[in-house]
């Protein structure tokens, strides 16, 4: 571990060169680094490795401003041309506590958005009123080279499926089909406000944002059904963004290969993001797909969190050695960097892509 290249002391950020070996043929001399979420627990040590001390994110400006320029420094020294940031409309849902870990997960059986008397009174967003002083302040301050990608946190789907609870969602799509089509065209159009503001943003190098349609089998409701009340959204998404000059990514877990062809042809993402090896590999889907759209991560979780150094180096090299060739491809993990997976392990994934 001693040998490692990271944290880099003299990084040298270049977003235009992470926007062409993602979204062009162009092999670089090493693969772009990509990530999606990292998790304060494995930031926090990084950070302290390179001398800097940690500050909680929340409080006022200040404190605020000292948690966004050690974010900054942490994307920077770590050898990314980007910092990735999300900031979620505030819709309100009641959550199941997620244990020791700070967690908390979405309550499935019934949302607060159930019937047309919740979707009258339930307290909606106002998209103008959100605070972007973090996007604000990123934009202002990042080194030269650098770029942002951001994002509203949370997609249509994951807000319809969270409203109005999953079960009762997969009652309503043939029981309700007008209340569902209400609840997503209403997060949808908000959701369009929010990235109306977004584009607004100078130093913006790509939309990326996270919707999770799938399992591991097959999609959360039925392709149809997301072809109805969610995709167009996307496709909604997609236009603005690249109509502003941007790509368009998008991470989805799960089986979402019954969207592939809608995603492709009709949203016309231009990378996808979220890879785990028992769905399908980074590997095989570059395979079917990479002519047409950036592989970004593949470095699945399982692996990059139990492998030992040499066995991670070879599995991650062999990501590499699957997805450069032929371009459009950055390396990172197949979903994010949770609290469990060990530091030394995201350590020694990145090292092996500057190699």
């Known amino acids: 571990m001693n040998n490692l290249r990271v944290p880099l002391t003299h990084p040298r950020p ?62 920077l020294h770590l050898g990314y041309d980007f910092v990735r940031l999300e900031i979620a409309l505030p819709f309100p849902r009641p959550n199941r506590p997620g244990g020791d870990h700070g967690r908390a997960y979405a309550e499935t059986a019934l949302g607060p ?10 307290p909606w967003p106002d998209p103008d009123a959100l ?26 789907f994951e807000h319809l499926s969270a409203l109005m609870g999953y079960e009762r969602l997969c009652v309503a799509l043939y029981e309700d089909p007008d209340l569902v089509a209400a609840v997503s065209t209403r997060v949808g159009e908000l959701m369009e406000r929010y990235y109306r503001r977004l584009l607004e943003l ?42 502003s000059g941007r790509p368009y990514f998008l991470h989805s877990c799960g089986n979402v290969l019954g969207i592939m062809p809608v995603l492709l042809d009709r949203v016309r993402i231009d ?31 399982d692996k990059l969190t139990r492998l030992e ?29 949770p609290d469990y997976v060990p530091v030394e392990n995201y350590l020694v994934m990145l090292d092996e892509a500057l190699r």
Request: charged share 25%; glycine share 10%.
């Open 131 to 156: 605070d972007f002083f973090p996007y604000e302040y990123i934009d202002s301050h990042m080194p030269d080279g650098m770029g942002m990608m951001a994002c509203h946190g949370g997609g249509v």
């Open 271 to 301: 990378a996808k993001h979220s890879f785990e090896d028992a769905i399908i590999s980074a590997a095989d889907f570059k395979k079917r797909y990479g002519d047409r759209i950036g592989i970004l991560g593949g470095v699945d979780v």
């Open 202 to 243: 100078d130093r913006l190098i790509a939309v990326f944002p996270g919707d999770d349609m799938g399992f591991h089998s097959a999609t959360l409701i039925s392709p149809e059904h997301l072809e109805r009340y969610t995709l167009p959204w996307h496709k909604r998404f997609a236009e603005m963004t690249h109509a």
């Open 113 to 122: 958005v159930a019937t047309w008397e919740d979707f009258e009174e339930y």
């Open 14 to 75: 270049d977003a235009e060169a992470f926007l062409r070996a993602v979204t062009t043929p162009w092999e670089p001399s090493r693969p772009r680094l990509v990530e999606y979420i990292v998790n304060s627990p494995v930031m926090r040590p990084i950070l302290e490795m390179i001398g800097r001390e940690w500050v909680a994110p929340g409080g006022d400006r200040r404190q605020q401003a000292a948690y966004l320029d050690n974010f900054i420094a942490f994307w």
């Open 309 to 337: 150094e040499c066995e991670l180096r070879k599995y991650v090299r062999g990501v590499i050695d699957a997805c450069a060739p032929g371009g459009r491809f950055a390396l990172g993990s197949g979903n994010s960097i």
